[in-house]
């Protein structure tokens, strides 16, 4: 269990980040601070190949989907594995060679932060995949969240994701 506070109050975090099950449970009823289970922050760089920059599934980007779509088109939309590309380690798949183009010219600025993991759990030092389906545009930055609970956090602790953005800069899964 984890206590923090979040940018709507205090929150208390209880996490089992096993593989198999993922659940991020939040109460508002507790003050106290946390920096995190060095356990689980731990198993940020070891586990599943989270030690990886970018969130892979079989060393395709963020499960196939094109990252330019979310800026485009506003939705989640499936790539083609005909259109790729290659940077950060990752392949990533696009839709149109025009989204392709356009993320090789400024992959920075197209790619999730934090590489695909989920915001909240970066947040919270739980490591969680992000998910492509569970996704939000803040300051122009793609962040994927890992199920509805992480999306509902992200937005409690959007100062804290922001600020993690500034300060780690795109595509970076560490959190210290």
Not at 97 to 123: I, L, M, Y
Request: with cysteine; glycine share 8%; hydrophobic share 35%.
């Amino acid at each position: 269990m984890a206590q923090l506070s979040g940018d709507n109050g205090p929150v208390t975090v209880v996490s089992y980040a096993e593989p198999e099950l993922r659940l991020v449970c939040a109460s508002f009823s507790m003050s106290k601070q946390c920096r995190g289970d060095p356990y689980l922050v731990d198993r940020w760089r070891t586990r599943d190949g989270m030690s990886s920059r970018i969130n892979t599934s079989r060393g395709v980007a963020i499960k196939g989907y094109d990252p330019v779509a979310y800026f485009v088109e506003g939705v989640p939309t499936p790539g083609s594995s005909e259109i790729t590309t290659s940077w950060a380690g990752a392949t990533w798949w696009f839709a149109t060679v025009v989204n392709r183009e356009a993320f090789t010219a400024n992959p920075d600025h197209f790619a999730p932060q934090f590489g695909g993991w989920c915001s909240a759990g970066k947040a919270l030092h739980i490591p969680m995949k992000g998910s492509p389906m569970k996704w939000r545009i803040e300051n122009d930055q793609l962040f994927l969240q890992a199920n509805f609970i992480s999306y509902a956090l992200h937005g409690m602790l959007d100062n804290r994701i922001q600020q993690l953005a500034t300060e780690s800069g795109n595509n970076e899964p560490d959190s210290r």
